[in-house]
């Protein structure tokens, strides 16, 4: 089984106002979207479109949480979340003015208490067997430490399971620290993780001499990967993007599905772009088009870039 | 039994930010706070904190009426809302900047079919009887027609209920045409039905003329009303002014309490003052303090201002 787990899940709220945003009156929403927020979640998403049995796990706060779970439903999601009891799973909402240009407004997400922590390890202990794939994405809440996000993933080894970790920062060295099975950083976050000078291929082969499978996303330049002391990129042809979020959390869901199918790192990889690349085409935040995956594959390029 | 109906409530979500608004970053939010919106509900609210039983009626959408119902719950307000099917309850978004100034993001409502105005309507002829208190609140939304409001208010009057009409614009109009039994403009909105430059002593007469009760809420400096052809306003005693949100509906919900207990007019429009100065005094759009009620009655100025 495949269990995903998003430990501060969030409800996407995107509001098109009919004017531009102004202080001191009222601004007049034109059209409203909810989409799902957490990058788990969208993984969550993708497996399913792509038929990939799984169950969404984390917290969810219970004051909303009926919302939360309607927006579940639209990607067909079963989850199992801890309901954390008088708080709300947080919102983030963007506001898009009518002449361009947007604003948005994050929350911190629920306080999580130790017995709900706890609740967790247990549905854990008792549910996830070996062989089972365990993708954990996105920060937790600020509740919830290092220490505890530690001891998740030290809960899931003593099951012999696979364990992906799309998180960044301090999160990102302890999966790596833990031993986690698969890291994708993007950039932006490979240069945190490693603040020198170095050209990022350097960067690059640092990380993947730490973590079994290392993936690091490039935006619309695909991603790299390290195979036998070479690095490729694989490169997505150009598409008409209408939408980037979720693109990286939707790479991720494509290649875990390939896992999931015993798929080689390369293909694994390209299943991820495959994804990504088709999710980039849709407004949604995990919306794709098994229609479009054939145009994807075949014009795709895999280049050795060092 | 006095009934509120609100025909397009609002969940009111306040959200202080850690900085202040800026385009194209990530705004995040400090402290977070929901109340209940919508002006009938508020009278709701008043009604049950002055121990008045009360019915809250209207339109809910579906999607999120949990979140509503639980808002609902803060003031312990009974209620029977049609519940509207894939739609949601509107959310009205207040976003405070950490160095003041703030932007509020409204949207319009649901849709409501035919089928759920036409179940409204059955409630109110099953539910209403002879003495009944009715009290409608607020703009409805964009497809609930000026027909629609006229039909409801005519099936209301079919019984001898006493109707209380707080709307604005072409709703107030037809109120008016229509014959309901009390209506609450402020200044602008009594400008606004006699655009022309007489005084607004004037306006007022005219309007007193046309509807059995009639009050002109002024804010800060009170209310007026008319008596054997005299005006009167009621003035508060200066007070702390925390939050002027909800303010007008808490005067209604003070005035239709005087109703039900058969108080005067002057009476009805004192309490109203009464109610609403405590409002002020607190953040919640509908919070307000029994304790506060002596110092404010002892300390309201009654004027014969024309």
């Given at each position: 089984?495949i ?65 939360f ?12 979340y801890?309901?954390?009891r ?25 306080i ?14 008792d ?15 600020p ?117 999931s ?9 390209k ?13 949604g ?22």
């Amino acid at each position: 089984m495949i269990y995903t787990i998003t430990l501060n899940p969030a409800i996407d709220k995107i509001k098109y106002l009919e004017g531009n945003l102004k202080q001191e009156q009222n601004n007049r929403v034109e059209k409203n979207f909810i989409d799902l927020g957490g990058k788990a979640t969208h993984v969550s998403a993708i497996l399913q479109q792509l038929n990939q049995e799984n169950i969404a796990l984390g917290f969810a706060g219970d004051m909303n949480k009926e919302e939360f779970y309607r927006v579940l439903e639209l990607y067909e999601i079963k989850h199992e979340y801890i309901e954390v009891r008088n708080e709300s799973v947080r919102e983030s909402i963007v506001v898009i003015n009518n002449s361009g240009g947007s604003y948005m407004i994050t929350e911190k997400g629920p306080i999580i208490s130790k017995l709900d922590k706890k609740k967790l390890s247990h549905i854990l202990e008792d549910k996830v067997k070996g062989g089972d794939i365990i993708v954990i994405a996105g920060s937790p809440p600020p509740t919830y430490s290092l220490q505890d996000f530690r001891e998740l993933i030290k809960i899931l080894k003593r099951n012999s399971v696979y364990i992906a970790c799309d998180v960044a920062g301090e999160y990102l060295k302890a999966a790596l620290e833990e031993k986690v099975d698969f890291v994708k950083p993007n950039e932006h976050e490979l240069n945190v993780l490693y603040p020198g000078e170095e050209e990022i291929y350097e960067k690059f082969m640092k990380l993947s001499g730490r973590v079994k499978n290392a993936v690091c996303s490039l935006g619309s330049e695909g991603a790299m990967y390290m195979m036998k002391d070479a690095i490729y990129q694989v490169k997505p042809p150009k598409v008409d993007i209408l939408s980037d979020t979720g693109a990286g959390d939707s790479f991720v869901g494509g290649y875990i599905y390939g896992v999931s199918q015993n798929y080689s790192t390369r293909d694994c990889v390209k299943q991820g772009i495959i994804v990504s690349a088709s999710k980039v085409q849709h407004y949604g935040s995990c919306k794709i088009d098994l229609n479009q995956f054939n145009y994807i594959e075949n014009n795709i390029e895999i280049l050795e870039v060092r």
